[in-house]
């Protein structure tokens, strides 16, 4: 069975960083797409980062572009969200996914992943 556990989150204030770690097993890391996603309560669950593990290709929204970068340790089969310049708006649950990369059409769409970790936590203050 594939599992993915995200960690990292905590409470920030506006401005500051914080870095998610995502750790996959029970696949064959190097043929998934990877993706970190964030939800609020009563909104739908969005695409925030997404990676493609064999070519290394990344894709952003347009609202963290230039403030989170998402990265990978293919030896360590994990997945990074460097969050940088953190606003109050950016505070949701974050949660990690992956997907079988070969039929992705959409790395930010939710409903292309099939494996979800349970979630962490990122408070923005201002």
């Known amino acids: 069975q594939v599992q993915v556990v995200e960690s990292g989150g905590g409470v920030v204030q506006a401005g500051g960083s914080l870095r998610l770690s995502c750790t996959a097993s029970?696949?064959?890391?190097?043929?998934?797409?990877m993706g970190w996603f964030r939800r609020t309560p009563g909104k739908e669950r969005e695409g925030v980062a997404g990676i493609h593990i064999h070519d290394r290709k990344t894709y952003y929204d347009t609202s963290v572009k230039d403030r989170f970068t998402i990265s990978q340790d293919s030896a360590k089969h994990m997945v990074y969200l460097q969050m940088n310049n953190l606003k109050p708006e950016d505070t949701a649950m974050y949660y990690c996914?992956?997907?079988?990369?070969?039929?992705?059409?959409?790395?930010?769409?939710?409903?292309?992943?099939?494996?979800w970790g349970q979630g962490t936590q990122v408070t923005v203050s201002s």
């Open positions: 029970g696949l064959t890391f190097d043929e998934f797409a």
């Open positions: 996914a992956a997907t079988r990369a070969w039929a992705v059409a959409d790395f930010l769409a939710a409903a292309e992943y099939n494996f």
